[in-house]
């Protein structure tokens, strides 16, 4: 009895909205960043399910998920850098405070 | 006897562990407590892709997300110190609404994916050969522009966060 498809799906899923709701509903910077991750990581579950279960070449999927590794990488050192000049502006990562930019 | 059970409960207790784990990170108030959680959330992702049978992917999973980017943010959390905010100031005022428009579009998606029933194909083990001839050979481009872009990344992070030495000095 092995694991459908489904539920690797249905977990990745969960994940993806759990990230969303985080990024629309936390106020400090620092977790938006989390969230964001967590997304990522979701996204890559279901890369990595559907590529097992329908990849006509082998390891397709897997290839995505080391690119969006590099992008998540390189994503947060960004978005880090951000924050931490927002900071030094304005003592303050939450997101409502930095409305410097608002228009 | 057989073990055909172990893989279904090894499966729960990893679903458990990332959604409870996941849904902490959103809800609780002390931000290095959240980091850690999520670092626990890519772990159980870990063993998630273990059981897919994709192990370099695992692999890479502990080394970059649990290692890297968990220490990345917890630079981060160190750098922007911050006492902990009431919990009425926790979430944002349009958290109702975002609520509505997050369920609005999970819950379709979360019985849309209860119908994909077919099993996921036993893991054969052993997918680096696979994965490193995909990486470099048909996929060489975008593999040499994702250096590029880890190298424009480090360039832009360090020149956002480089102090400005003519300004500091007129200080």
Request: overall charge neutral.
């Amino acid at each position: 009895m092995s694991v459908p498809l489904g539920a690797f799906i249905a977990v990745s899923a969960t994940l993806f909205f759990i990230g969303t709701a985080g990024v629309l509903v936390r106020r400090n910077a620092v977790v938006i960043l989390m969230c964001v991750e967590l997304m990522l990581n979701a996204a890559n579950l279901a890369l990595v399910a559907f590529s097992r279960r329908y990849g006509a070449v082998d390891e397709r999927g897997s290839v995505f998920v080391v690119f969006v590794f590099v992008i998540a990488a390189a994503e947060v050192a960004v978005g880090l850098a951000i924050v931490l000049s927002a900071y030094r502006n304005r003592p303050t990562v939450d997101v409502d405070e930095i409305r410097a930019m608002k228009g | 006897m057989t073990l055909d059970f172990v893989e279904p409960v090894v499966f729960g207790v990893l679903a458990a562990g990332v959604i409870v784990a996941g849904a902490a990170v959103v809800l609780i108030n002390r931000i290095t407590a959240a980091a850690l959680l999520m670092a626990f959330t890519f772990l159980c992702m870990a063993g998630m892709f273990v059981l897919l049978g994709a192990e370099t992917i695992a692999a890479f999973q502990v080394l970059i997300y649990v290692g890297a980017i968990t220490v990345l943010i917890l630079y981060g959390v160190m750098f922007t110190p911050q006492a902990d905010r009431p919990y009425a100031l926790f979430f944002q005022k349009q958290t109702p609404l975002a609520g509505v428009v997050v369920a609005a579009a999970a819950i379709p998606v979360l019985l849309l994916s209860f119908s994909f029933v077919g099993a996921v194909p036993k893991p054969g083990g052993d997918d680096l050969p696979a994965l490193a001839t995909s990486v470099f050979v048909d996929f060489a481009f975008p593999f040499e522009v994702a250096s590029v872009l880890l190298l424009a990344a480090m360039v832009g992070a360090i020149v956002l966060v480089k102090r400005d030495e003519d300004s500091e000095a007129r200080r």
